[in-house]
Each structure stands twice: as C-alpha cells, then as structure tokens.
C-alpha cells in the first residue's frame, strides 16, 4: 500500500483550511452587502433617534388639530402619476386653505424620489401630477401647512399598477 496516513498533524491543518476557507468567504460576502446596501436609509438616523420626543410631540400637536387627510385619486397614465388628497377639519368640514408640498418615493433607492406640489382644487381637495413615476411601491409625505402655522404630515404606502 501507499505511505498516506492520516495523522493528527493533517486532520489540524485540515481542519483549519476550511475554517480558513469559511472566514474568508464570510468576509467577502459581508462586505459586498454592506458596500451595497448599508442598512441606512435615513442619514444621520442617530440625530433623528435623540430628537424622538420633539417628533412624538409634533404627533401630538398633529391629533390635537383633529384634521383628516384621506387618498382620493391614484392614478398612473404611463408615467406620469395623478395624487388627489382631502383634508378635513374636526368638524368634517373641507379645509381648502393649505399649501401642500410633499415628497414620492421609493422605499429601497432615493435615487428615484420626486418632489411633489399639491394644487388646491376646491372642496379641500388637493391635487398633484408628478411626472417620472413607475409601476410599483411608493411612499408619500405630504405636508400641509395652515395659515396661522399648523402643520399636518400625512405619511402612505402607495402602489401604482
């Protein structure tokens, strides 16, 4: 027979070359996912983590307004998007006195947001046409301001077919 043994010397080496071999495919996958995705969409997501109570506050002064604001119209012809919003009073009643500006995006790559301009159409209606925008998951902020300083942040999910 051939001298081949196998002995302790070789079951050590073998034994660390394949955990050498796992360390370092978990190092080079490891850093591909986080070259290509870090985890972070926000910036400065720790700023925003010690300013949590000035947005709990803000959520506050948000409901002590009573305001609704409600989805009306979604509508994608080709790629140009149509957004309809509704805001209301306490009492129901349409609120037609707001600027409303607002923010689409997408919710994995911000290289596709789009700033939005809502135009007042009467009835506390407010309509936006926003161009550039695909089939699929969206997000929109709208953010309506009163005239004596109230402000009113409506955060959705939107999905164009």
């Known amino acids: 027979m051939s001298g081949f043994r196998v002995t302790g010397r070789f079951v050590l080496f073998s034994l ?15 850093t591909l996912a986080v070259k290509s995705f870090p985890g972070e969409q926000e910036k400065k997501s720790y700023v ?44 129901g009643a349409p609120i037609s006195t707001l600027a409303v500006e607002g923010l689409l995006a997408r919710p994995v790559d911000a290289e596709h947001d789009r700033a939005v301009d809502f135009e007042p159409t009467g009835g506390g209606r407010y309509l936006a046409q926003v161009d550039g925008v695909a089939p699929g998951v969206w997000r929109l902020q709208a953010t309506a301001k009163g005239q004596t300083g109230e402000s009113f942040v409506l955060e959705k999910r939107l999905t164009f077919k």
């Open 48 to 91: 925003q983590g010690i300013a949590y109570n000035d947005t709990l506050e803000a959520r506050a002064e948000q409901a002590a307004l009573g305001w609704t604001a409600e989805l009306t119209t979604l509508d994608l012809q080709g790629d140009k998007a149509a957004i309809e919003l509704t805001f209301r009073s306490s009492s």
């Open 16 to 30: 660390l070359g394949f955990f050498l071999a796992v360390f370092i495919a978990n190092g080079i996958f490891i």
